[in-house]
């Protein structure tokens, strides 16, 4: 049932048990007693040892320990260890994850892997699937790496997917939560149309590790994926730009190393002996291989404590209980939106199913940009993407259900008001 009172919501807070996990988080400042913070989605906020962490890596390891820190504060297997704690919050195992480089180098990398292994086999496929509002950066290099191995990428209405799965399609690559609207697809429903047509599945976590639970091994061979990658700024909470990660099924790995492939970026930490410095390359064994360049540790660093601070819901239920605290707010959004805001020329774009949503709620509106930068003006922080979707994260860790009931007001207040028609709100930065 939907609180009827602001007090209710309160009510619920005092008896949430994942409301002591805001406590990680540097969101109660003073300053901004009044912001909601509403963008985890695309960027999670500050965790509190993130400051003392980065500060002890510059100061002692960096400053005092230059490069023997390599060795003695053990920067070379600070990436594999944050690895092993990020595979605990995707169902797989912790030898089979790597963090390294960007999201999108990874749907490179992981990419370019499942398009040879697909092509290997005669008759070789030709087609790449992708949902025509996958995120572009996924699309490019879809697009990019389907020419260089003689394919095309060929785009479908999510609605068509698994049906358009067919004995053409060599790779399918998808995003588990959809960034623009929310909708969550069916992983394992997915992944079993794929192999059933003989095709591979490579999965983007961007918008869905560390928010919801996720089995990339599924409950069957052939309802497992076959590739993912993932990014670590937004629910993981490592800071702007931190590195992302890929994972690749043991199977895959083994056949990699039984036929000596190499990942298409053959970088020196990818090597079987980075300090052999030896002019011809030899794989990593597993998923080491799918390492490039310098561990950037600064970065890594800031990650680690992102990281924990989702493993820190092992104590009150794990990501189990964060999905079912998450359910809770965007139900909980939608409904006040639909009482509040009826009328004010909103549409839901975000799934109603529980089971189809990720952990945001997203609207459209025709003025949309302007709406979201009047309601950041009132303190209430979410993003705009073109043409016109307010979009809302709902991060379970920090998020509570009076910043809720708050948010849905104010977005009343900005609808009726009429405000966000001042041409301040129509100037539109850089990043939106």
């Known amino acids: 049932m939907t ?5 209710a919501c309160e009510a619920l807070d005092r008896g949430d048990v994942v409301a002591p996990l805001r406590a990680q988080f540097a969101l109660d400042a003073a300053d901004a007693a009044d912001l909601i913070y509403l963008d985890g989605n695309s960027l999670g906020p500050l965790p509190r040892a993130t400051l003392a962490r980065v500060r002890q890596v510059v100061d002692e390891e960096w400053g005092e320990g230059l490069i023997r820190s390599w060795n003695t504060a053990g920067w070379v297997d600070l990436a594999p260890r944050i690895a092993g704690k990020i595979a605990r919050l995707i169902g797989a195992g912790a030898e089979e994850v790597a963090v390294a480089d960007s999201t999108s180098v990874n749907v490179f990398k992981a990419l370019a892997a499942a398009l040879r292994i697909a092509q290997a086999d005669a008759p070789p496929r030709r087609v790449v699937l992708s949902e025509r ?61 794929a192999h059933a047509a003989g095709a591979l599945v490579v999965w983007d976590l961007a918008h869905s590790a560390g928010a919801v639970p996720i089995a990339l091994h599924g409950d069957a061979a052939d309802t497992a994926a076959d590739f993912a990658v993932g990014c670590g700024y937004k629910y993981l909470n490592g800071g702007p730009g931190a590195p992302a990660f890929v994972w690749a099924h043991p199977r895959h790995l083994r056949r990699m190393d039984a036929e000596g492939w190499r990942q298409p970026l053959a970088g020196w930490f990818g090597h079987a002996d980075p300090f052999a410095l030896e002019t011809g390359y030899r794989p990593a064994p597993g998923i080491a291989r799918f390492q490039c360049g310098t561990p950037p540790v600064v970065s890594l660093a800031a990650l680690e404590c992102g990281v924990d601070t989702v493993l ?55 003025d949309g940009h302007a709406v979201v930068q009047a309601l950041i003006a009132r303190g209430v922080v979410g993003d705009f993407r073109a043409p016109d979707i307010l979009r809302f994260g709902f991060t379970a860790l920090y998020t509570r259900f009076v910043d809720v009931w708050d948010a849905a007001d104010r977005l009343r207040q900005v609808l009726e008001s009429g405000e966000w028609r001042d041409e301040r709100f129509r100037v539109r930065a850089a990043v939106t």
Do not use: W
């Open 3 to 7: 609180p009827e009172t602001r007090e």
């Open 133 to 193: 509002g996958n995120f572009p950066t996924d699309l490019y290099i879809a697009d990019t790496l389907a020419q260089q191995h003689g394919a095309r990428l060929r785009l479908e209405d999510a609605d068509h997917l698994p049906a358009a799965i067919d004995d053409e399609t060599a790779v399918v690559l998808l995003t588990h939560v959809d960034y623009r609207t929310g909708r969550m697809h069916d992983m394992a429903a997915i992944s079993r149309a």
């Open 312 to 366: 820190a819901a092992d104590a009150v239920g794990g990501l189990d209980a964060v999905r079912r605290k998450s359910l809770a707010l965007t139900d909980l959004f939608i409904a006040l939106v639909d009482a509040r805001c009826a009328g004010l020329g909103l549409s839901l774009v975000t799934p109603r199913e529980p089971s189809h949503r990720g952990s945001q709620v997203s609207l459209a509106h025709a």
